[in-house]
């Protein structure tokens, strides 16, 4: 508390509230017996300001406790999870990263995958990712290797590399131009004629031009029908 002496010769009370860091008259405080100087610690704006963050948390508070086992409730808290999820996809999937990395996270994580809801869940997850695009052709990519040492053939290439070449020519095939059929990987020069892996050597046809083809070296992608 301090004094200061105004233009009418008059004692002015001064106080400083470390609530707003501002110094503001005694006026603006309530009373205080128990205070040394007379006053309460916090001007009365933030205490009513804080009586009313307090009032609101009450309000909030009783109604948690009124809604917290209503399935209403519980549908609003996993949207506005999944919508938390979705806005913050990145950063949750690097802090995932890092924290499975670490001792507690292994545990976790392998306390979680041997239980009845960890293989559940795994089971469910790979059957979605191999019924995908991409679960596809690193599937394909996969047993095309498998051919490709058997035969001894030069070169490898990815899912990724596959897909690209896809999307260079639409996802049709090449041979009869139709889109409505899942794509696979046929070798232009095929492998039992000492063709390479290489994806250079890989045209995307679908599934029954494949097989009509069988051994021919035929490349459609000099002569496309569409």
């Not at 999870?81 to 990395?101: I, L």
Request: aromatic share 10%.
């Amino acid at each position: 508390m301090s004094k200061l002496v105004s233009n009418t010769g008059c004692f002015v009370m001064k106080k400083y509230c470390p609530k707003c860091n501002t110094v503001k008259d005694a006026n603006s405080f309530y009373r205080s017996s128990s205070s040394s100087d007379g006053f309460q610690s916090y001007c009365k704006q933030c205490k009513r300001s804080y009586g009313q963050n307090e009032f609101q948390k009450e309000i909030k508070h009783k109604w948690y406790q009124r809604n917290k086992d209503t399935d209403s409730y519980k549908e609003s808290i996993r949207k506005a999870q999944a919508n938390y999820r979705d806005r913050h996809r990145e950063s949750r999937n690097e802090y995932d990263r890092a924290y499975a990395k670490t001792e507690n996270g292994r545990v976790t994580n392998r306390r979680y995958i041997t239980s009845e809801k960890g293989r559940v869940a795994h089971r469910s997850s790979n059957k979605r990712y191999n019924q995908s695009f991409i679960g596809r052709l690193v599937k394909k990519a996969s047993s095309q290797r498998r051919r490709a040492r058997l035969a001894e053939a030069e070169g490898s290439f990815t899912a990724k590399e596959f897909q690209n070449l896809c999307k260079e020519y639409k996802y049709k095939c090449l041979a009869c131009g139709r889109s409505d059929l899942p794509l696979t990987a046929d070798h232009v020069i095929p492998l039992s004629k000492g063709g390479s892996n290489e994806i250079s050597n890989i045209q995307p046809l679908c599934q029954p031009c494949n097989s009509g083809k069988r051994d021919k070296t035929i490349d459609y992608r000099q002569h496309l029908l569409w």
